[in-house]
């Protein structure tokens, strides 16, 4: 079922493209998987190991074969064995999306900080951080939605509120 | 009777002045309180709504509830404010006000005091009213009160300027300071809205930049400073400074009335039978009218941009007003 | 002697009339120049995306009605666009008609409320007044269709709740012209004021560039000249079938972004006249979906176009009637990234402007 459905996808060479371009120019074992998800328009989907993020980054929004420079979207999930970012990218010039995976660790995990690449991502590492307790390095994090003393990342599928009983 | 100035001194004349002084300080008084419900009656219907309507009938005696319920409330004076200062501030706002209403002219018959300078009077005492702006906001130990009277001061001092030099003109034209050889030259002559109109535009603006109000508004924005320099004043100080507002309005309207509109002369010959006091009266409402007006439709100008047009604009042309005027009489 | 100056710090917010909702910023002035501005979220965050984990799809419906609580039809339609693309339903003709009016209907009310508040800030009473009657109409219209007047509820997996009622789509019809008639009237009575002007050109400016980097989306970005709209660049619903254009402002300034929407209202119009005409007679409005919506397996990012910019709905499903992450993508918290570096050097008097251009709304701001 697999091999089929994959190569009708239309998005298929395109990510093959991906793929290549990202082993040559960072390296092979940045790209953990590379699929579409076909439900969501057949969209490229790829997850990056955790240590090459930064360069996969800046790859993605420089390098002419991705120019995805319109970050939509950054979101964490609590997969309960793990946390999970995803990255939603728009590229103007080229009229095409894609969404990038990075996985980390459920406690004291952190991922790299595309601050300095794409500025709207600020806030919403931030909104991770709060929520989940997702850390990002190489910046300064501090809470936005909650109030700067709150314990606990609301979010995560484990946490107690402290009134449970109300 | 209103040569009683003129008079020796005697103990029932004090008295007689004392007690007209009262009754004209009610007459304004009441001016003020259907001043702000005329005010909020035309906003309301320039804004597709009615104003006040419940209390009394077509909602008359609004004001009055108003400054009833002011003049009940706790008088709070926070606690680390200048309090000499902070309660002194509203009275040296108001009393300016209120004595530069002695030298206007209402009509050929009613006037109070027959100055000779009287212009200049007026010019040096609406000033001291500023310090008791900028007292207000200092006392109030409030970074938005300082910010609000701050703005407010630079403001009024810079439209202090071509507030006064637009009156030069017509100064020239009549060869007087005195109010009521002003009106009777125009009495002659034809209304100084005509040879002064630019005068006379640049007394509107900068009188309307005087009394703080739209677009000039910013001491008071309420959007960003919360009320500036009255915020801490609550129940009758706060009145007070209201009071001041509208007693200014009164004395603006009434002097460019005055100045520019001929007083209490009538438009045409055979309206003369129409009393002056009247013909005063209606021009004066139409000036105050107007001021609503412009409440109602434009925006706020910005602080600089005030500051830029007063220096930059109005005063350059009050200047060219004076100067066309010198060169046309002396030609003429 | 040199002037001892010092730099004040100064707090605007959370109550404060002209911050539109709870919304604080921190602001370092010295005199009346603003040296640093820090906004400060989170006074209305009432966790909706962790109160989404234990609800039914249908359940939380309500719950983004209260995002941009003053767009509640296109918040709406962005929860049942990401449900319906992670499931594979098609929607019927006339439920997507619909939605299309209610949608564009709500798009002006809410920019209604835009150009009454922006211009309050600026110091006019008057439009806030006339801004509100029109808007008045509107919301007795999507009364008479849903049952509400602000959190409508309307829309549903699937379709939407309720059909339209005998005659409403004559209203409609005759709304259109008489909103036409008073957007100019409102050109007439604020956008050629040299005040109004002298408040707005030039204030608040970026480039297009920037405006992609900030991740910045709707007329925020439009202002920019960028010319992008989902509605037309990744249509959904039945928005290809109508005829509108894109409005883009080339300065980049907050007059250009208050051009904008004041013509994405002459748009909506349009967009309303054309879908009113080709209103479909009779048909469904709920597709055939079982009564307990469950959506398959995997994860689904849609976008859609709201009043504030791109409203984005990232759902994670593991095949159960309850979703197992709801993220929202929130057109007014991205906007407002932006709000710092354009303060920076200003007087604290173009806060007003700069802010109502940026158009937030705090619901929307703090999910």
Same mark, same amino acid.
């Given at each position: 079922?697999?091999?089929?459905?994959?190569?009708?996808?239309?998005?298929?060479?395109?990510?093959?493209?991906?793929?290549?371009?990202?082993?040559?120019?960072?390296?092979?074992?940045?790209?953990?998987?590379?699929?579409?998800?076909?439900?969501?328009?057949?969209?490229?989907?790829?997850?990056?190991?955790?240590?090459?993020?930064?360069?996969?980054?800046?790859? /993605?929004?420089?390098?002419?074969?991705?120019?995805?420079?319109?970050?939509?979207?950054?979101?964490?999930?609590?997969?309960?064995?793990?946390?999970?970012?995803?990255?939603? /990218?728009?590229?103007?010039?080229?009229?095409?999306?894609?969404?990038?995976?990075?996985?980390?660790?459920?406690?004291?995990?952190?991922?790299?900080?595309?601050?300095?690449?794409?500025?709207?991502?600020?806030?919403?590492?931030?909104?991770?951080?709060?929520?989940?307790?997702?850390?990002?390095?190489?910046?300064?994090?501090?809470?936005?939605?909650?109030?700067?003393?709150?314990?606990?990342?609301?979010?995560?599928?484990?946490?107690?509120?402290?009134?449970?009983?109300? | 009777?209103?040569?009683?100035?003129?008079?020796?001194?005697?103990?029932?004349?004090?008295?007689?002045?004392?007690?007209?002084?009262?009754?004209?300080?009610?007459?304004?008084?009441?001016?003020?309180?259907?001043?702000?419900?005329?005010?909020?009656?035309?906003?309301?219907?320039?804004?597709?709504?009615?104003?006040?309507?419940?209390?009394?009938?077509?909602?008359?005696?609004?004001?009055?509830?108003?400054?009833?319920?002011?003049?009940?409330?706790?008088?709070?004076?926070?606690?680390?404010?200048?309090?000499?200062?902070?309660?002194?501030?509203?009275?040296?706002?108001?009393?300016?006000?209120?004595?530069?209403?002695?030298?206007?002219?209402?009509?050929?018959?009613?006037?109070?005091?027959?100055?000779?300078?009287?212009?200049?009077?007026?010019?040096?005492?609406?000033?001291?009213?500023?310090?008791?702006?900028?007292?207000?906001?200092?006392?109030?130990?409030?970074?938005?009160?300082?910010?609000?009277?701050?703005?407010?001061?630079?403001?009024?001092?810079?439209?202090?300027?071509?507030?006064?030099?637009?009156?030069?003109?017509?100064?020239?034209?009549?060869?007087?300071?005195?109010?009521?050889?002003?009106?009777?030259?125009?009495?002659?002559?034809?209304?100084?809205?005509?040879?002064?109109?630019?005068?006379?535009?640049?007394?509107?603006?900068?009188?309307?930049?005087?009394?703080?109000?739209?677009?000039?508004?910013?001491?008071?924005?309420?959007?960003?400073?919360?009320?500036?320099?009255?915020?801490?004043?609550?129940?009758?100080?706060?009145?007070?400074?209201?009071?001041?507002?509208?007693?200014?309005?009164?004395?603006?309207?009434?002097?460019?009335?005055?100045?520019?509109?001929?007083?209490?002369?009538?438009?045409?010959?055979?309206?003369?039978?129409?009393?002056?006091?009247?013909?005063?009266?209606?021009?004066?409402?139409?000036?105050?009218?107007?001021?609503?007006?412009?409440?109602?439709?434009?925006?706020?100008?910005?602080?600089?941009?005030?500051?830029?047009?007063?220096?930059?604009?109005?005063?350059?042309?009050?200047?060219?007003?004076?100067?066309?005027?010198?060169?046309?009489?002396?030609?003429? | 002697?040199?002037?001892?100056?010092?730099?004040?710090?100064?707090?605007?917010?959370? @109550?404060?009339?002209?911050?539109?909702?709870?919304?604080?910023?921190?602001?370092?002035?010295?005199?009346?120049?603003?040296?640093?501005?820090?906004?400060?979220?989170?006074?209305?965050?009432?966790?909706?995306? #962790?109160?989404?984990?234990?609800?039914?799809?249908?359940?939380?419906?309500?719950?983004?009605?209260?995002?941009?609580?003053?767009?509640?039809?296109?918040?709406?339609?962005?929860?049942?666009?990401?449900?319906?693309?992670?499931?594979?339903?098609?929607?019927?003709?006339?439920?997507?008609?619909?939605?299309?009016?209610?949608?564009?209907?709500?798009?002006?009310?809410?920019?209604?409320?835009?150009?009454?508040?922006?211009?309050?800030?600026?110091?006019?009473?008057?439009?806030?007044?006339?801004?509100?009657?029109?808007?008045?109409?509107?919301?007795?219209?999507?009364?008479?269709?849903?049952?509400?007047?602000?959190?409508?509820?309307?829309?549903?997996?699937?379709?939407?709740?309720?059909?339209?009622?005998?005659?409403?789509?004559? #209203?409609?019809?005759?709304?259109?012209?008489?909103?036409? #008639?008073?957007?100019?009237?409102?050109?007439?009575?604020?956008?050629?004021?040299?005040?109004?002007?002298?408040?707005?050109?030039?204030?608040?400016?970026?480039? +297009?560039?920037?405006?992609?980097?900030?991740?910045?989306?709707?007329?925020?970005?439009?202002?920019?000249?960028?010319?992008?709209?989902?509605? #037309?660049?990744?249509?959904?619903?039945?928005?290809?079938?109508?005829?509108?254009?894109?409005?883009?402002?080339?300065?980049?300034?907050?007059?250009?972004?208050?051009?904008?929407?004041?013509?994405?209202?002459?748009?909506?119009?349009?967009?309303?006249?054309?879908?009113?005409? @080709?209103?479909?007679?009779?048909?469904?409005?709920?597709?055939?979906?079982?009564?307990?919506?469950?959506?398959?397996? +995997?994860?689904?990012?849609?976008?859609?176009?709201?009043?504030?910019?791109?409203?984005?709905?990232?759902?994670?499903?593991?095949?159960?009637?309850?979703?197992?992450?709801?993220?929202?993508?929130?057109?007014?918290?991205?906007?407002?990234?932006?709000?710092?570096?354009?303060?920076?050097?200003?007087?604290?008097?173009?806060?007003?402007?700069?802010?109502?251009?940026?158009?937030?709304?705090?619901?929307?701001?703090?999910?």
């Amino acid at each position: 079922m697999s091999e089929e459905t994959k190569a009708s996808s239309p998005k298929q060479p395109l990510l093959e493209t991906y793929l290549s371009t990202i082993a040559e120019q960072v390296s092979d074992k940045a790209v953990i998987e590379g699929y579409i998800n076909e439900a969501n328009n057949h969209l490229p989907t790829l997850i990056i190991a955790k240590e090459f993020w930064h360069q996969v980054a800046e790859l /993605l929004k420089n390098d002419d074969s991705f120019k995805y420079d319109y970050l939509m979207n950054l979101s964490g999930v609590d997969y309960e064995s793990k946390m999970e970012v995803v990255y939603h /990218l728009y590229s103007y010039s080229r009229d095409e999306f894609i969404a990038i995976k990075v996985e980390t660790d459920r406690d004291g995990g952190s991922v790299n900080t595309v601050m300095d690449i794409w500025l709207g991502a600020d806030w919403q590492e931030r909104e991770t951080y709060d929520l989940l307790g997702i850390n990002f390095t190489g910046r300064e994090i501090s809470r936005i939605l909650l109030p700067d003393d709150w314990t606990g990342y609301p979010l995560r599928k484990d946490y107690k509120p402290y009134d449970e009983e109300v | 009777m209103f040569n009683i100035l003129s008079e020796p001194f005697s103990w029932i004349n004090l008295l007689v002045i004392i007690l007209v002084a009262a009754a004209v300080l009610g007459i304004v008084l009441v001016f003020v309180m259907y001043a702000i419900y005329f005010e909020r009656k035309v906003i309301g219907w320039m804004q597709v709504r009615n104003g006040p309507n419940r209390v009394g009938p077509w909602g008359l005696m609004q004001t009055m509830a108003d400054v009833f319920k002011l003049l009940i409330k706790e008088d709070i004076v926070p606690a680390k404010v200048d309090k000499f200062l902070f309660l002194i501030a509203p009275i040296i706002a108001y009393t300016p006000a209120f004595a530069i209403i002695a030298v206007i002219p209402y009509s050929q018959k009613i006037y109070f005091a027959d100055v000779n300078v009287g212009l200049l009077y007026y010019g040096a005492l609406s000033s001291i009213t500023i310090t008791g702006i900028l007292l207000g906001g200092w006392a109030s130990n409030n970074k938005y009160a300082i910010m609000g009277g701050m703005r407010s001061v630079a403001q009024m001092v810079s439209y202090e300027v071509p507030l006064i030099m637009s009156f030069l003109g017509v100064v020239l034209l009549t060869g007087s300071l005195n109010l009521r050889e002003i009106v009777q030259a125009q009495q002659e002559g034809m209304w100084f809205i005509v040879p002064q109109f630019l005068g006379f535009v640049i007394f509107l603006i900068a009188g309307n930049a005087e009394l703080n109000r739209t677009p000039f508004d910013l001491p008071e924005a309420e959007n960003e400073l919360v009320a500036g320099y009255f915020v801490e004043y609550s129940g009758f100080r706060f009145a007070f400074f209201m009071l001041t507002e509208y007693v200014y309005i009164f004395a603006m309207a009434s002097l460019m009335t005055v100045m520019f509109l001929g007083g209490w002369d009538a438009p045409f010959e055979f309206l003369e039978f129409i009393p002056g006091i009247v013909w005063f009266f209606l021009k004066f409402l139409l000036l105050v009218f107007y001021l609503f007006w412009v409440r109602a439709t434009f925006p706020r100008v910005r602080t600089d941009q005030l500051m830029g047009f007063a220096w930059k604009v109005l005063i350059p042309l009050a200047l060219l007003n004076v100067m066309l005027t010198a060169l046309f009489k002396t030609l003429f | 002697m040199a002037l001892r100056t010092e730099e004040m710090l100064l707090n605007v917010g959370p @109550q404060h009339p002209s911050t539109h909702g709870v919304f604080r910023l921190v602001v370092k002035v010295d005199g009346e120049t603003i040296k640093e501005a820090i906004p400060v979220v989170g006074y209305l965050h009432r966790g909706t995306e #962790k109160l989404a984990e234990d609800l039914t799809y249908t359940q939380i419906i309500p719950y983004t009605d209260r995002l941009d609580y003053l767009s509640s039809m296109l918040n709406n339609y962005a929860l049942v666009q990401a449900v319906e693309t992670l499931m594979g339903i098609q929607v019927p003709e006339r439920a997507e008609f619909l939605r299309v009016i209610a949608m564009e209907l709500n798009r002006i009310a809410s920019h209604l409320v835009w150009w009454g508040t922006a211009i309050l800030d600026l110091g006019a009473t008057s439009p806030f007044i006339y801004a509100f009657r029109d808007r008045e109409m509107i919301v007795n219209l999507l009364n008479e269709l849903s049952g509400a007047r602000l959190t409508f509820n309307y829309m549903r997996v699937g379709g939407v709740k309720w059909d339209a009622p005998k005659g409403w789509i004559n #209203k409609v019809s005759e709304f259109l012209p008489h909103m036409r #008639k008073s957007l100019k009237e409102y050109h007439k009575l604020v956008t050629g004021n040299e005040i109004f002007l002298g408040r707005v050109k030039n204030i608040g400016v970026y480039d +297009g560039e920037t405006a992609k980097n900030y991740s910045l989306s709707g007329p925020t970005l439009r202002g920019s000249n960028v010319k992008y709209d989902i509605r #037309k660049n990744q249509p959904y619903s039945i928005y290809e079938r109508f005829d509108f254009d894109i409005p883009t402002g080339e300065d980049g300034d907050v007059y250009d972004r208050y051009m904008v929407r004041m013509k994405e209202m002459e748009q909506s119009i349009r967009i309303l006249e054309q879908a009113v005409e @080709q209103f479909p007679d009779q048909g469904e409005i709920m597709a055939k979906v079982p009564k307990i919506i469950k959506a398959p397996e +995997g994860e689904v990012y849609t976008r859609m176009e709201t009043s504030k910019g791109e409203l984005g709905v990232h759902l994670v499903s593991k095949g159960k009637d309850k979703p197992y992450r709801l993220h929202l993508r929130r057109p007014s918290f991205i906007n407002l990234q932006i709000l710092p570096e354009l303060l920076l050097g200003r007087s604290m008097a173009d806060i007003p402007a700069i802010l109502g251009a940026i158009d937030i709304v705090l619901g929307e701001v703090d999910a």
